[in-house]
């Protein structure tokens, strides 16, 4: 299993598809086997999920994420959770845990403002 974090700096991005890069967990047997921070390859709706699902990625965790977006990535059978905030080790270990709470999603706003570009 591969866990995709949007990541800016050490924390979860408010903003998956603006985020400077990702970082990918590779799970096995309930633990990290390896994690890898591949830059963000750019955004334009669609390009995100199928790039992601290319690398193995069955779920992404991220501040916020729009309904559109959240949409490609179920086409993708991706996984999303939104409105994590905080160190991403900590996301990741509290998600294998099964002790992540996810808030509210960055993206809460009606996707008329166009959050669905941004999100």
């Known amino acids: 299993m591969k866990i995709a974090v949007a990541t800016e700096g ?3 991005s408010p903003h998956f598809g603006r985020c400077p890069e990702y970082t990918i967990f590779e ?3 309930g633990r990290v086997k390896s ?3 591949i830059p963000n390859p750019g955004h334009e709706p ?3 999920p199928r790039y992601l699902g290319q690398l193995g990625v069955s779920c992404i965790i991220a501040g916020g994420m729009g309904p559109r977006a959240r949409g490609l990535f179920a086409e993708q059978d991706i996984k999303t959770i939104t409105g994590v905030y905080g160190s991403v080790e900590k996301a990741v ?3 294998l845990a099964g002790s ?3 808030g509210e999603s960055a993206c809460n706003h009606p996707q008329t403002d166009g959050c669905e570009h941004h999100c």
């Open 27 to 29: 799970i096995e047997s």
């Open 100 to 102: 992540l709470h996810p």
């Open 46 to 48: 669609g390009l995100l």
């Open 35 to 37: 994690r890898t921070i």
């Open 93 to 95: 270990a509290d998600y």
């Open 10 to 12: 050490i924390n979860v």
